[in-house]
């Protein structure tokens, strides 16, 4: 199974904030990603270019997009948001996934986030079963 495509998966961090889901995408064009994660209170677009190295399966961020609620839905919600100087720490190294033997799950090194420490999991699948919100069909 080759490593480019799809991966849906998540960050674990035995809840709260830091928790989030979403998506990899490993292209197989210059060696680039594109990944996204959220929970309710905010989304996380990091992308960059990635290698393999025996196992390891390696992310270089090159950029970061982090979008947080309004000051109106953050009256409105009380979100418990992971603050932007901690996001840009954990995503301002590389980020390092172990590929399982089957080739079919990616875990990451264990990172701090939110004072938590937590960990990626990536599964590939035949076709992403993430949808964003703004993506899904509407129903007939």
């Given at each position: 199974?080759?490593?480019?495509?799809?991966?849906?998966?998540?960050?674990?961090?035995?809840?709260?904030?830091?928790?989030?889901?979403?998506?990899?995408?490993?292209?197989?064009?210059?060696?680039?990603?594109?990944?996204?994660?959220?929970?309710?209170?905010q989304?996380?677009?990091?992308?960059?270019t990635?290698?393999?190295?025996?196992?390891?399966?390696?992310?270089?961020?090159?950029?970061?997009?982090?979008?947080?609620?309004?000051?109106?839905?953050?009256?409105?919600?009380?979100?418990?948001?992971?603050?932007?100087?901690?996001?840009?720490?954990?995503?301002?190294?590389?980020?390092?996934?172990?590929?399982?033997?089957?080739?079919?799950?990616?875990?990451?090194?264990?990172?701090?986030?939110?004072?938590?420490?937590?960990?990626?999991?990536?599964?590939?699948?035949?076709?992403?079963?993430?949808?964003?919100?703004?993506?899904?069909?509407?129903?007939?």
């Open positions: 199974m080759p490593l480019y495509g799809n991966w849906t998966g998540r960050f674990e961090a035995g809840g709260g904030p830091a928790e989030m889901s979403g998506f990899l995408q490993l292209y197989a064009t210059n060696g680039k990603f594109k990944m996204h994660l959220a929970n309710r209170a989304s996380l677009d990091p992308v960059g990635w290698e393999l190295k025996g196992r390891r399966v390696i992310l270089q961020f090159a950029e970061l997009r982090i979008t947080v609620p309004t000051e109106v839905e953050s009256k409105r919600h009380v979100y418990k948001l992971v603050p932007g100087d901690d996001l840009r720490a954990a995503y301002g190294n590389s980020l390092i996934l172990e590929l399982s033997s089957d080739g079919r799950k990616l875990t990451g090194l264990p990172i701090q986030l939110a004072g938590k420490s937590g960990r990626h999991v990536f599964e590939k699948t035949a076709q992403s079963s993430y949808v964003r919100p703004s993506e899904a069909p509407s129903p007939k």
